[in-house]
């Protein structure tokens, strides 16, 4: 099998034990191939930690989960020194940030100290301590979690942890067929009968499809697409007073290099071997929502970062 049909194998088993949440799986897959993380935000009970917990069982790797909590510790995450009387000297214990998929659940639960420890981690794959700097696993993925709802005893992320995060997905209520679909899958789930992952996808296979997206073919009109769609958020006196009084700052250059790599990964799913503007379109909003910064005014107003986002991908003329 192609190294492709074993990812669309993947994702259809995916489909099945992750009712009404497509869109959650699709961008669970486009982080796991575009090597980044992903920050998913949705009301409790939407099956967010139960994408990454199958998805564990059908890759080559392991998971591990962190909940989240106001007195959790930098140390709780990375790891800490160990002190060893036998020969006094101290020896590092990993934390559970060395696994190849970390669930971060409720992320915004813990203080910003505990939150900047996984910086270094999510940026450089590595983790430093005292002297010494140790590597994560080439197969690295975090998958964060925060719950709309609840505001009290949280603590919001600050910009320089957004940005590291590939894409920030916000995901809704099943439909109502699917929401019967739940139902019969959760019986079955209780009786014991719950359908096998297919074969293990291994991390070679992962590495190699990668390497396929990375040289996919990408027009320089795509491209120079991509570079507009930041430019606008950047200088958004170019296409309106609006624009211009709704957005405070715009996008990084990781926002760019997100829009490329996402845009590869999900034309590179559907089956294509070339980048279409309505690939950087699909995935605009959840690369860029968690880039940009709104203005006071804009935010007085109502105004969301997807309704910005909408209004430059309206202004911005595609390739």
């Not at 996984?118 to 794959?125: K, N, Y």
Request: charge should be negative; charged fraction near 25%.
């Amino acid at each position: 099998m192609s190294h492709h049909e074993i990812i669309t194998e993947l994702k259809n088993w995916l489909s099945l034990q992750i009712i009404g949440q497509e869109r959650l799986i699709d961008r669970l897959l486009i982080a796991l191939l575009a090597d980044g993380h992903l920050l998913v935000e949705g009301a409790p009970g939407l099956a967010k930690t139960k994408a990454i917990k199958d998805l564990s069982r059908a890759i080559e790797g392991d998971f591990h989960r962190i909940q989240f909590t106001p007195d959790l510790l930098p140390s709780d995450i990375t790891g800490t020194e160990v002190y060893r009387p036998e020969d006094g000297t101290f020896i590092f214990q990993q934390g559970p940030i060395f696994h190849n998929l970390v669930l971060a659940d409720e992320i915004n639960r813990a203080p910003a100290k505990v939150q900047s420890a996984l910086l270094e981690a999510m940026g450089e794959h590595q983790v430093s301590v005292g002297r010494e700097s140790f590597q994560l696993p080439p197969l690295f993925l975090v998958m964060a979690t925060q719950n709309p709802i609840e505001q009290e005893g949280t603590y919001p992320l600050p910009e320089a942890q957004l940005d590291r995060f590939l894409m920030h997905v916000t995901i809704g209520y099943p439909k109502i067929d699917a929401e019967r679909k739940i139902l019969h899958l959760v019986r079955n789930e209780a009786a014991n009968h719950v359908a096998e992952p297919p074969k293990e996808v291994t991390q070679e296979c992962l590495f190699a499809a990668r390497l396929e997206i990375l040289n996919m073919h990408m027009a320089p009109e795509v491209e120079e697409y991509i570079i507009q769609l930041i430019m606008a958020t950047r200088t958004p006196e170019n296409y309106g007073e609006d624009l211009a009084s709704w957005l405070e700052y715009g996008a990084s250059p990781r926002g760019t290099i997100s829009l490329d790599r996402c845009a590869r990964a999900h034309a590179w799913i559907q089956g294509r071997d070339f980048v279409s503007p309505d690939d950087v379109q699909e995935v605009l909003f959840d690369c860029l929502r968690h880039r940009i910064l709104l203005s006071f005014e804009a935010e007085a107003s109502g105004i969301t970062p997807d309704k910005v986002l909408e209004t430059i991908r309206e202004r911005v003329p595609s390739a």
